[in-house]
């Protein structure tokens, strides 16, 4: 029986691969290297430190050849451990791709999409327009108006005059499978027999309003927003209704 020193990395490792109690280190190294264990004649285990002084050491072409072997050995053994890790890291970079585009990138995406604010309405984003939208707010009238639907048709109206033909984008506010705002009374009453309908003060809009308030707080908060309305600000004049 000859005997090589090893480092203590390489120790644990071999020591690892133990599949049975007993199985020496020569055992292991010969299964991990695919020879026959059964080739070998038995010895008793002889408890070392240290390797003999008598101990001859291997000739520089038989560590090469010995070291290649290992290496096969252990390259076989965690290969697919590295195709696990290669997948989890490409996963990781084109998740950071996309997270890490620029801003303009991220814009052009967004606006050919539908996207959802707080409240859980959708919104096809809009340029921002250069307007103090909170002048639609006059706390005089609104107390005015009748209701919750009251006070929302007012706030609408009030709208369409301060945005004029941007008004228009309203249409592009939309619920999952509802329709909210039409052009004629006609096209919310195909969409929904209960919409109750409404004109938009004397402008060619038309409204459901057949919702409750949090739900009209919800459609003027996505009008508000599609029109450029700050997002703090659009809830603030929503809370009105």
């Known amino acids: 029986m000859k005997y090589i020193e090893i480092d203590e990395e390489l120790y644990r490792f071999i020591a690892g691969k133990t599949e049975r109690i007993g199985e020496s280190a020569s055992d292991i190294l010969r299964r991990l290297l695919g020879l026959s264990v059964s080739d070998v004649q038995a010895n008793e285990t002889v408890h070392i430190s240290q390797p003999g002084l008598e101990t001859k050491p291997l000739s520089d072409e038989e560590q090469n050849a010995l070291f290649i072997k290992a290496k096969e050995a252990v390259e076989k053994l965690v290969s697919t451990k590295h195709v696990q890790t290669s997948d989890m890291q490409t996963a990781t970079t084109t998740t950071d791709a996309i997270d890490n585009q620029p801003a303009e990138a991220k814009l052009v995406v967004t606006a050919e ?66 329709l909210y705002f039409a052009r004629t009374k006609q096209e919310l009453l195909d969409a929904s027999k209960s919409a109750n309908p409404k004109q938009i003060g004397e402008f060619n809009y038309w409204v459901s309003t057949n919702n409750n308030t949090a739900k009209k707080r919800t459609i003027l908060n996505a009008v508000l927003s599609q029109l450029g309305c700050d997002a703090e600000k659009a809830k603030s004049i929503s809370a009105n209704i």
């Open 113 to 178: 999409t539908e996207t959802q604010t707080d409240n859980g309405a959708d919104v096809v984003l809009s340029q921002t327009s250069n307007v103090e939208h909170s002048d639609i707010v006059n706390q005089s009238e609104l107390a005015q108006q009748k209701g919750a639907v009251g006070r929302f048709m007012y706030l609408l109206e009030n709208l369409a005059q301060l945005t004029g033909e941007d008004f228009s984008q309203v249409l592009q506010v939309q619920g999952k499978g509802r």
